[in-house]
T-cell receptor, first 118, second 110 residues
């Protein structure tokens, strides 16, 4: 149980284009989803928290107009990197939390999406 | 959330028990100790968590000292597939987010 998927697993795009990454909870309803970014040889950095049906909460320094997050259903959240530039190249990871599973603090992570902007 | 301190790296022989320490001396009474691991180029994997009692599941055991200022994650029979970065995270009850430190890079040697 507690499986989270991401699509695509990797993407290469040209500078200036937008890229959408999907995060799905496969066997539970995720009231809260999180988006992280990880640069090479660094730890995960939280970008934003999204609750189903409401606006995402962004961490300090993360541009909300550049990283659009939509959590329209209890099993799907999307992250859109708008007008991507080479410095946005990174490993993007989502996680989901199921309040009703018992331990609401436990997050389950997706496999990650590697983005390369040329 | 309380800060955690972990060794940067550790080595362990295959088949032996891997004991990963974590110091969280400023932990408060309503904070859980969580362990995740990240195998290269994958998303983090939940391992185990506890509040004050020792915990065991199919993956590992978590030993928390009586004063709760430190804990040890034990992988009883390490395999090569356990090579990963292990993160010890202290999470306040009801918290919205996890804060990842640098973790411990565990290498299992044949």
């Amino acid at each position: 149980g507690a499986v989270v998927s991401q699509h695509p697993s990797w993407v290469i795009c040209k500078s200036g284009t937008s890229v959408k990454i999907e995060c799905r909870s496969l066997d539970f309803q995720a009231t809260t989803m999180f988006w992280y970014r990880q640069f090479p040889k660094q730890s995960l950095m939280l970008m934003a928290t999204s609750n189903e049906g409401s606006k995402a909460t962004y961490e300090q320094g993360v541009e909300k107009d550049k990283f659009l997050i939509n959590h329209a259903s209890l099993t799907l959240s999307t992250l859109t990197v708008t007008s991507a530039h080479p410095e946005d190249s990174s490993f993007y990871i989502c996680s989901a939390r199921d309040y009703y599973r018992g331990f609401q603090e436990t997050q389950y992570f997706g496999p990650g999406t590697r983005l390369l902007v040329l | 959330d309380a800060k955690t301190t972990q060794p940067t790296s550790m080595d362990c022989a295959e088949g032996r028990a891997a004991n990963l320490p974590c110091n969280h001396s400023t932990i408060s009474g309503n904070e859980y100790v969580y362990w995740y691991r990240q195998i290269h180029s994958q998303g983090p994997q939940y391992i185990i968590h506890g509040l004050k009692n020792n915990e065991t599941n199919e993956m590992a055991s978590l030993i928390i000292t009586e004063d709760r200022k430190s804990s040890t994650l034990i992988l009883p029979h390490a395999t090569l597939r356990d090579t990963a970065v292990y993160y010890c995270i202290v999470v306040i009850q009801g918290a919205q987010k996890l804060v990842f430190g640098q973790g411990t890079r565990l290498t299992i040697n044949p």
